[in-house]
């Protein structure tokens, strides 16, 4: 058996989500639509950022760093997912190359819901601790929390993914999902994964637990903080900041705990698949859409941006009209 692993004779293949082609193209169609969507809005909130000097703020920073994974997570996973629903065959997925897709997608997730709860701590120290904003989240500071949770994601991924795939797969089997997460490739090995079913629950902890619980903490003291503002204007300000994150915040650790934090015993490959659709291919695209939508100043970032990029070239394509008009009628 662990000859097999060793000569990469051990092919995966994804669970279609229907047997009916017409049903895989409108759900190809879907897939690509939020894919684009969620590319295209990430990366214009990353972009906008990074190119208004108004925006480089601690809060926006650690946005611009959310955005940045979102894109690359989503591109972990969409492009074989929309190749394998597309396909009229069974996509294979040779062990290395699903051990790849899985570290990538344990790295970038686990670093995104710690960024999350890092971002809670900057609204927590910027509503509570105005006076010390910047002092405390000094521009090393935020650096410093931004690389720390690429790190730790990092290193729980290399772990878990080396873990997993040291257990022995006997032959090519079928994921019950449509990308290689842990629960469904765990259970394709011939071997006993009680350990890696522990270890797993650790992670789990350590990347949505932990977080979840210093997230609440935050948001209590932030609650009771912004309950004792006497001004209406800043109290609406502060709610309208620290909601966005919030709901973002909901949609990533709800879905997730979902799935990693039940025992293994009760996993469900049929929710499991809805489920991971949900964070996979939807909450990216909520996410740029709920920031830009409860956002004020971002939201004003990215009209500017918009005029900038419109204007010149609705200018150039009535120039180009003139030109062409007066060639006309200097031709007659």
Not at 7 to 14: D, I, K, L, N, P
Not at 258 to 284: E, K, N
Request: charged letters at 10%; hydrophobic letters at 50%; a positive charge.
């Amino acid at each position: 058996m662990e000859e097999a692993n060793q000569t990469g004779m051990v092919h995966f293949h994804f669970r279609p989500f229907s047997r009916l082609p017409e049903v895989q193209v409108v759900i190809f169609v879907t897939f690509l639509g939020m894919y684009l969507v969620s590319v295209s809005g990430n990366l214009s909130i990353f972009l906008t950022i990074w190119m208004n000097r108004c925006l480089h703020t601690p809060m926006y920073f650690f946005l611009a760093n959310l955005a940045a994974l979102e894109v690359l997570y989503s591109s972990t996973i969409a492009p074989l997912t929309l190749a394998s629903v597309l396909s009229t065959e069974s996509t294979l997925i040779s062990l290395p190359g699903c051990g790849t897709q899985m570290f990538f997608f344990i790295f970038l997730g686990s670093a995104d819901c710690i960024l999350l709860a890092v971002m809670a701590y900057d609204r927590f120290v910027a509503i509570c601790h105005p006076l010390r904003y910047t002092l405390i989240m000094s521009w090393r500071v935020c650096v410093q929390l931004a690389v720390g949770s690429l790190v730790l994601g990092f290193a729980l991924a290399l772990q878990l993914t080396v873990l997993i795939f040291r257990l022995p797969f006997c032959s090519s089997k079928e994921i019950s999902l449509f990308y290689c997460d842990v629960l469904p490739v765990m259970r394709l090995a011939c071997a006993d994964t009680h350990v890696h079913e522990v270890t797993l629950f650790v992670v789990s902890v350590i990347v949505l637990t932990i977080p979840s619980l210093l997230i609440t903490l935050s948001y209590v003291f932030i609650v009771a903080a912004i309950l004792k503002m006497r001004s209406a204007e800043g109290r609406h300000k502060a709610f309208s900041t620290c909601s966005s994150h919030l709901t973002v915040v909901l949609l990533q650790y709800g879905c997730t705990s979902v799935i990693y934090l039940c025992p293994s015993s009760r996993y469900s490959p049929d929710r499991g698949q809805v489920v991971s659709v949900v964070y996979t291919f939807v909450t990216p695209v909520l996410n740029p859409l709920i920031y830009s939508m409860r956002n004020r100043e971002l939201k004003e970032a990215l009209k500017r941006a918009m005029r900038r990029l419109l204007v010149p070239q609705t200018q150039e394509a009535l120039l180009g009209l003139f030109l062409s008009v007066k060639l006309n009628v200097d031709g007659l």
